[in-house]
């Protein structure tokens, strides 16, 4: 098998709000607009808007009403830490972190060079209207983790 994801389904706390700054932030990455989708099962409380490309879909859910008091944490068990998106190359990080700072977002770290990483990994660290942390990076990961033979 070819390790490949097929979707993520993100719970968000406002579904309306994200729905908004990700009809912004997708289309940057790749997904196309014309492919969105929505669903419901209300009797589960399960809402979702999902977005899809030819190579992945990402659904927003939306959260239940009995963990609205929660507090979300990337650093609790079974959380998302960040999700990482693989730029084409370092010229793309740059145009993307100019982009993405206008929907707008919040910039954590903006682009630079991460050498404790590999030498040429180059990224930046970004929150979308959730908290949840991205990431846009550039590295050559074939020279890193060469394709596996038979």
Partial sequence: ????????????????RAERYYDQLLPLLGF?????????????????????SNALSIGLVNRRDAYKYEKVSRRRAGALHHLAFHAGSPEEVDALYLKIKEIPSVIVHGPKYYPEYCPDYYAFF????EGIEYEIVHFDRAEYFPKQKG
């Fill in 1 to 16: 098998m070819e390790p490949l994801i097929d979707h993520i389904h993100i719970t968000v706390e406002n579904l309306g």
């Fill in 32 to 52: 196309d607009p014309l492919l969105k989708e929505h669903d419901s099962e209300p009797e589960h409380e399960y809402h979702i808007v999902e977005y899809h």
């Fill in 126 to 129: 970004f929150k979308d209207s």
